[in-house]
Nanobody, 116 residues
Framework: QVQLVESGGGLVQPGGSLRLSCVAS????????MGWYRQAPGKERELVAD???????KYADSVRGRFTISRDYAKNTIYLQMNSLEPDDTAVYYC??????????WGQGTQVTVSS
């Protein structure tokens, strides 16, 4: 059974940091593009960052320079280091594993709230 389990969300003040983790199980995800998406209330889900098998990364303009995505093949885990958080970063963050559109999986999401 394929599972993606996110953790690390929470409440943080503006300017603070959080690190999200996503542990994948049920198969090897070496060949998959792994990504983080987020969805704020009343808005569509959007790509935050993703990372390919060769560790090529892509970021949304709104987070570039503040967020860093990484992956650990030995632990079948991806991370999202989020620094200089802003209230507009408040959303549910989802982990995704995608194999060129042929096979895609989602985690259950973790809430990130940036507020003073």
């Amino acid at each position: 059974q394929v599972q993606l389990v996110e953790s690390g969300g929470g409440l943080v003040q503006p300017g603070g940091s959080l690190r999200l983790s996503c542990v994948a199980s049920g198969r090897s995800f070496i060949m998959y593009r792994m990504g983080w998406y987020r969805q704020a209330p009343g808005k569509e889900r959007e790509l935050v960052a993703d990372i390919t098998r060769t560790r090529f990364t892509k970021y949304a303009d709104s987070v570039r320079g503040r967020f860093t995505i990484s992956r650990d093949y030995a632990k079948n885990t991806i991370y999202l280091q989020m620094n200089s958080l802003e209230p507009d970063d408040t959303a549910v963050y989802y982990c995704n594993a995608d194999l060129a559109g042929r096979d895609s999986h989602w985690g259950q999401g973790t809430q990130v709230t940036v507020s003073s």
